[in-house]
């Protein structure tokens, strides 16, 4: 008798276990987190939907601005699809009047970029050549001009990135003409002293560029440590910080301050190479010049189209490519591309789509500034809009995949972030944003916490 009591004693325990809620276990498990020492001085919030029902499924938060990170990527990347359409190019015209190349940007962000096979430098170099050849221009003087004043804001770097970031390739700036990304390589040697020295086959940005190199070694598996800090004045950059020791040729990457200055270096090398520069005379405009003052429009040059775009802007986190996005919102509406315009957009759409408009309060694109304030709900209410549109499967299918889950991760200093889609063994359909703010510890170790958490979702 003893032995059927507590046969069926387990029985009710277990069948009790199993027909715990997801809410409770959310709860339990988000309780848990909570408690934990890492978070003690922190603010985290977690918001769960049910993707058919709408219902909510868990709530904690929900409505406190946090920082994002780059899961603000996902508010852009919508907005984009929704403003611009999933087949948007863009288009750099190229002309000549009186002897000089005439080039009218688009701030596409991915000219001169590796990623695409239609965006690769030489390519683009080809096209552009052949088109003058076609047009029977044989010899050009080396003069350019460029029409970008009358479209694009000056200002390139949104406001609230840090000095630590804009310097790094990361931490790039949009402009009219981008081109490779606004990034070069430096290649650095720890092998030899303590000082590292910066080697030969480095891809410095200009002629007349400098660095004052202050990097050291570090641990051998301490990992990327450097910094490379805009010049406050001349052209001298700086570089501070660590990477490990007995690298023989350890990559960093910095931002370009002025691409479109590159990208004419780059385009007069090619040019020279085809023996089609008359004059040695280097001169590069930045001016209007008026249809009426080109002798020959002479080619087209469109991007790769939007759903590709967003493809790489959320799979490898691309800040560029959000910060050209939200210019290009701007440029498209009022003919003015700026960061303050196309952020005014993307808050004003979401407002008519029903959110708060306080509940994006943002500054970029990217979610690279640490002033951002976004709310899981409306992360959530965003993710929500974009799965009943036509281009959802182009979206969705640009999402990375973290702990067997669609979702779009962040990370700033102290920030961790992840929001998106995850289907359950039982066929329920979740959609989440998850949101720490001011954590202490390491990051993997905070990761693997809220892994714990989303782990209940499965």
Same mark, same amino acid.
């Given at each position: 008798?003893?032995?059927?009591?507590?046969?069926?004693?387990?029985?009710?325990?277990?069948?009790?276990?199993?027909?715990?809620?997801?809410?409770?276990?959310?709860?339990?498990?988000?309780?848990?987190?909570?408690?934990?020492?890492?978070?003690?001085?922190?603010?985290?919030?977690?918001?769960?939907?049910?993707?058919?029902?709408?219902?909510?499924?868990?709530?904690?938060?929900?409505?406190?601005?946090?920082?994002?990170?780059?899961?603000?990527?996902?508010?852009?990347?919508?907005?984009?699809?929704?403003?611009?359409?999933?087949?948007?190019?863009?288009?750099?015209?190229?002309?000549?009047?009186?002897?000089?190349?005439?080039?009218?940007?688009?701030?596409?962000?991915?000219?001169?970029?590796?990623?695409?096979?239609?965006?690769?430098?030489?390519?683009?170099?080809?096209?552009?050549?052949?088109?003058?050849?076609?047009?029977?221009?044989?010899?050009?003087?080396?003069?350019?001009?460029?029409?970008?004043?009358?479209?694009?804001?000056?200002?390139?770097?949104?406001?609230?990135?840090?000095?630590?970031?804009?310097?790094?390739?990361?931490?790039?700036?949009?402009?009219?003409?981008?081109?490779?990304?606004?990034?070069?390589?430096?290649?650095?040697?720890?092998?030899?002293?303590?000082?590292?020295?910066?080697?030969?086959?480095?891809?410095?940005?200009?002629?007349?560029?400098?660095?004052?190199?202050?990097?050291?070694?570090?641990?051998?598996?301490?990992?990327?440590?450097?910094?490379?800090?805009?010049?406050?004045?001349?052209?001298?950059?700086?570089?501070?910080?660590?990477?490990?020791?007995?690298?023989?040729?350890?990559?960093?990457?910095?931002?370009?301050?002025?691409?479109?200055?590159?990208?004419?270096?780059?385009?007069?090398?090619?040019?020279?190479?085809?023996?089609?520069?008359?004059?040695?005379?280097?001169?590069?405009?930045?001016?209007?010049?008026?249809?009426?003052?080109?002798?020959?429009?002479?080619?087209?040059?469109?991007?790769?189209?939007?759903?590709?775009? $967003?493809?790489? @802007? !959320?799979?490898?986190?691309? &800040?560029?490519?959000?910060? +050209? #996005? *939200?210019?290009?919102?701007?440029?498209?509406?009022?003919?003015?591309?700026?960061?303050?315009?196309?952020?005014?957009?993307?808050?004003?759409?979401?407002?008519?789509?029903?959110?708060?408009?306080?509940?994006?309060?943002?500054?970029?694109?990217?979610?690279?500034?640490?002033?951002?304030?976004?709310?899981?709900?409306?992360?959530?209410?965003?993710?929500?809009?974009?799965?009943?549109?036509?281009?959802?499967?182009?979206?969705?299918?640009?999402?990375?995949?973290?702990?067997?889950?669609?979702?779009?991760?962040?990370?700033?200093?102290?920030?961790?972030?992840?929001?998106?889609?995850?289907?359950?063994?039982?066929?329920?359909?979740? $959609?989440?944003? @998850? !949101?720490?703010?001011?954590? &202490?510890?390491?990051?993997? +170790? #905070? *990761?693997?916490?809220?892994?714990?958490?989303?782990?209940?979702?499965?």
């Amino acid at each position: 008798m003893k032995r059927l009591l507590f046969v069926a004693g387990y029985i009710v325990l277990v069948t009790g276990s199993f027909a715990q809620s997801v809410t409770q276990k959310l709860q339990k498990a988000f309780q848990q987190f909570e408690n934990d020492p890492q978070v003690k001085y922190a603010i985290s919030s977690l918001y769960v939907i049910n993707a058919k029902t709408g219902k909510v499924v868990f709530d904690k938060n929900s409505q406190i601005g946090l920082a994002p990170a780059s899961t603000q990527k996902i508010i852009t990347s919508v907005t984009a699809f929704e403003l611009l359409g999933k087949d948007y190019r863009y288009h750099t015209a190229m002309g000549y009047a009186g002897g000089c190349i005439y080039f009218r940007p688009s701030g596409d962000p991915t000219f001169g970029s590796w990623r695409f096979g239609s965006t690769q430098p030489e390519k683009i170099f080809k096209a552009l050549t052949d088109s003058l050849r076609k047009a029977g221009i044989t010899k050009i003087n080396d003069h350019f001009a460029i029409d970008d004043f009358p479209h694009f804001d000056e200002q390139i770097i949104p406001d609230g990135w840090i000095m630590q970031d804009i310097g790094n390739y990361y931490g790039a700036g949009s402009t009219a003409i981008n081109w490779k990304e606004n990034q070069y390589d430096l290649f650095l040697d720890s092998k030899s002293s303590r000082m590292v020295n910066i080697i030969s086959d480095s891809s410095y940005q200009l002629p007349g560029d400098s660095f004052i190199n202050r990097i050291s070694s570090g641990e051998e598996d301490s990992g990327d440590n450097a910094y490379i800090y805009l010049p406050m004045e001349g052209r001298d950059y700086l570089l501070k910080g660590t990477i490990p020791r007995n690298q023989k040729k350890f990559k960093i990457s910095g931002a370009i301050v002025k691409p479109e200055d590159y990208f004419i270096n780059d385009f007069r090398k090619f040019l020279k190479k085809e023996n089609l520069i008359a004059t040695d005379v280097r001169r590069t405009y930045h001016v209007k010049v008026s249809q009426r003052d080109i002798t020959h429009h002479i080619a087209w040059y469109s991007s790769p189209t939007l759903d590709s775009i $967003i493809y790489w @802007f !959320l799979k490898k986190s691309i &800040n560029l490519y959000g910060e +050209a #996005l *939200v210019r290009t919102f701007a440029e498209e509406k009022f003919g003015y591309g700026s960061t303050d315009a196309g952020i005014q957009l993307t808050k004003h759409f979401w407002q008519q789509k029903g959110l708060d408009e306080n509940e994006l309060n943002i500054c970029d694109g990217s979610g690279l500034s640490p002033q951002n304030r976004v709310t899981t709900h409306a992360q959530v209410e965003i993710l929500k809009y974009a799965k009943t549109k036509d281009w959802f499967s182009y979206f969705y299918n640009s999402l990375p995949e973290y702990n067997g889950m669609k979702i779009k991760s962040g990370t700033i200093k102290d920030v961790k972030g992840y929001c998106g889609y995850h289907t359950a063994r039982d066929g329920t359909e979740y $959609i989440f944003s @998850f !949101l720490v703010n001011n954590y &202490n510890g390491s990051s993997s +170790a #905070l *990761v693997n916490k809220m892994y714990k958490v989303l782990d209940v979702l499965k």
